[in-house]
């Protein structure tokens, strides 16, 4: 065992080993546990799910800055799993036992497939997490360096398996388990403790930052200070929006074809924004309405604002509060469109729902009150063919009940976060690896903000007589934070 001097630890550290790690031949360094970490972060399996996001994340970066005893499972619930430190209870709710058994399995499977020749394992023995980087013994041999034979008087022993924690269903052994411990040759050497790809970003976060290509995912919780730009709507009632900060859109071609042609008209001329019944004012409490209303014609006007050549946004974390109306053929829409939609088009552009709800009709076309859709467009996956999915509010919750929810996007270079309500809450994750192949990530560029309240449509439907008229989509406040510090090494942020 080499000393454990500073002089020493200070210069096996600048060498990229982990302080501390005992000289075994042969260790894993810093940088491959690292890039084995982003990997396993990439698979699809694991990267789809936000909790095994967290949760992986969290462990490894609570054993890389030596806190391994701190793993524990409220621990990981609270600190990870967004769980309220004042009513867990960990018999009622399993969500990290839950969490855990899912990822062992992942792990199993990636190892057996597309993982099986890398050089390290990540391993989360059972009844407990804390991670552990094993080498792979099929790769073993390229790994081995000379020791002193000394070193061989006796064998390194996997460490013995604790009892499972109680109430914790263990799946059967995975071909992981029985390898480590079954073969002598691997329990030889030595266990790397775990390397967060990023380091957290005054809470926690993955991925890293290496440039244009890097994914970088970020997690709850982290310091976002003041939005770098925001408007919360605040103004006399009857006064229009800044300006300063939207315009007010004709109904133009939005990019999106069938999908998105609205039968109304937003501010279809300019008396319709100005007069007594404008379709987009404040309220004078400090929020902003854009107002859905059926014209004598029987037709509709509605309200589209953007910040198009005003503001553009890469990267951030992107959220509005807001209560939407319901009703048969409403639209109400929270999202982005590529800044470049005028010279290439949609879908080249691209377009993200943050968020959007439909009025469902005699049970068809629409999501209901009470679930709301987050959606990616672009080249290969526009139209019905989006990279989407549906979020449930819980315990009964509803887009138009009075407490109002956010809508939010934590976007970051080739990844995308949606939440609803707090940053924590992050139910979909999708990754540039994740899309289909023949399509084009094109998100990580200038867009601009949209709110929208469409009527009719293919999706929607038509309106009927439940439709509420005048219909009102209710926004609070619209906020921009900027990626923290730690990610901005490259200058392509455009706030």
């Known amino acids: 065992m080499l000393s454990s001097d500073e002089e020493t630890e200070a210069r096996r550290s600048q060498a990229g080993e982990h302080p501390g790690k005992e000289s075994f031949a042969p260790f894993s360094t810093l940088l491959e546990e690292k890039e084995e970490l982003e990997r396993v972060l990439q698979y699809p399996p694991i990267s789809r799910s936000s909790n095994l996001v967290r949760f992986l994340s969290f462990i490894c970066n609570k054993y890389f800055e030596g806190e391994g005893d701190e793993i524990r499972e409220r621990t990981v619930a609270v600190e990870a799993l967004g769980r309220k ?18 990822l062992r399995k ?46 061989w008087d006796e064998p390194l022993l996997l460490p013995a398996e604790p009892p499972e924690e109680a109430g914790f269903d263990s799946p059967l052994d995975s071909p992981l388990d029985k390898m480590h411990r079954g073969q002598k040759t691997a329990s030889r050497y030595a266990l790397a403790a775990a390397a967060l790809v990023v380091a957290f970003l005054a809470g926690y976060a993955v991925g890293h930052w290496r440039g244009a290509s890097t994914t970088v995912v970020l997690s709850m919780p982290t310091d976002w200070g003041e939005p770098a730009w925001s408007d919360e709507f605040n103004g006399s009632s009857g006064h229009q929006p800044d300006p300063a900060r939207w315009v007010q859109e004709s109904n133009a071609q939005d990019g999106s074809g069938s999908r998105n042609d609205p039968r109304g008209a937003a501010c279809r001329d300019a008396a319709n924004c100005v007069a007594t019944q404008p379709s987009a004012f404040l309220n004078g409490a400090g929020q902003l309405v854009l107002r859905a209303s059926r014209n004598r014609d029987g037709s509709w006007t509605t309200a589209r604002l953007s910040t198009a050549g005003i503001k553009d946004f890469q990267y951030g974390r992107i959220e509005a509060r807001m209560k939407l109306p319901v009703g048969a053929g409403l639209w109400p829409a929270f999202w982005l469109m590529g800044s470049n939609f005028s010279k290439v088009g949609w879908p080249t552009a691209g377009s993200i729902d943050i968020m959007e709800n439909v009025g469902a009709q005699n049970g068809q076309h629409g999501l209901g009150p009470s679930v709301i859709r987050s959606t990616l467009h672009g080249p290969g996956v526009d139209g019905q063919n989006g990279i989407w999915r549906d979020y449930t509010l819980p315990n009964g919750g509803r887009v138009d009940d009075g407490g109002f929810h956010v809508y939010g996007i934590i976007w970051s270079p080739k990844a995308m976060q949606f939440y609803v309500d707090t940053p924590s809450n992050v139910y979909f994750v999708k990754q540039a690896s994740d899309l289909p192949k023949g399509t084009e990530w094109v998100f990580d560029k200038p867009f601009y903000l949209v709110l929208s309240l469409g009527v009719g449509g293919d999706w929607p439907g038509s309106v009927d007589n439940t439709t509420p008229n005048p219909a009102d989509m209710v926004i609070d406040y619209v906020r921009v934070y900027t990626l923290p510090s730690a990610l901005q090494g490259t200058g392509r942020r455009s706030f």
Request: hydrophobic residues 35%; negative net charge; without cysteine.
């Open 85 to 102: 430190e004042s009513t867990f209870d960990s018999h009622a709710d399993p969500i990290v036992r839950v969490a855990a058994r899912d």
């Open 106 to 151: 992942k792990l199993s499977e990636y190892y057996e497939n597309e993982g099986r020749d890398h050089p390290l394992h990540i391993v989360l023995p059972r009844g407990r997490y804390i991670p552990q980087f094993v080498r792979n013994p099929a790769t073993l041999a390229t790994a081995l360096r000379p020791v002193e034979p000394a070193a």
